[in-house]
């Protein structure tokens, strides 16, 4: 007996929100990916490959999804997209798709106290300021370090024209 297509959107994002794998690499993952007994998940990532860890609260949604579905998830990254934005619609949130778990994901690996490298590791990112975005206090001390040369009697930017014209004190 198949399961509403509802209750596989939900264990969807589960996947998608506790592994921050973006659409088309859970659609390319095979069940050979995902080594359940070490939580981990095998990635053929835009970016290459990569290992990323899972927690064992999420081994019911794969073991679910590969029940369901044969794999973890639809082969197809649209089919993914469609799946879940039926499921939005049911429940009322217009916010919900594939990209905005990935962000979840990120800003709860920076709420949990990973540095930008980590991070950088796990979400498949090639340089620090694709994530950067994930750390909302780094703009703000760049800003502060940036300010600091002014109190220290170094030179201070002054507008004449071009934004970058320098003063000497």
């Known amino acids: 007996v198949r399961q509403p297509k509802a209750a596989?959107?939900?264990?969807?994002v589960a996947v998608l929100g506790m592994t921050g794998?973006?659409?088309s690499e859970l659609a390319r993952s095979k069940v050979s990916h995902w080594n359940l007994a070490a939580c981990t998940v095998h990635v053929l990532g835009k970016r290459g490959e990569?290992?990323?860890p899972f927690s064992p609260e999420l081994l019911p949604s794969?073991?679910?999804l590969i029940a369901e579905l044969g794999d973890v998830g639809p082969s197809n990254p649209d089919?993914?997209?469609r799946r879940l934005q039926t499921w939005a619609r049911r429940i009322g949130?217009?916010?919900l798709h594939p990209h905005a778990l990935r962000h979840t994901y990120g800003t709860a690996l920076v709420r949990q106290g990973l540095d930008v490298f980590s991070v950088m590791a796990l979400m498949g990112h090639r340089t620090p300021p694709q994530t950067q975005r994930y750390f909302p206090a780094a703009g703000q001390q760049l800003r502060e370090a940036a300010s600091t040369g002014e109190r220290r009697g170094g030179?201070?930017?002054r507008s004449r024209g071009s934004p970058y014209h320098l003063k000497q004190k």
Not at 8 to 12: D, I, N, R
């Open 21 to 23: 794998l973006r659409r």
């Open 79 to 81: 089919s993914i997209s």
């Open 155 to 157: 030179t201070e930017c």
């Open 62 to 64: 794969v073991n679910y």
């Open 8 to 12: 596989v959107a939900a264990h969807l």
């Open 93 to 95: 949130d217009d916010r």
């Open 50 to 52: 990569r290992t990323v």
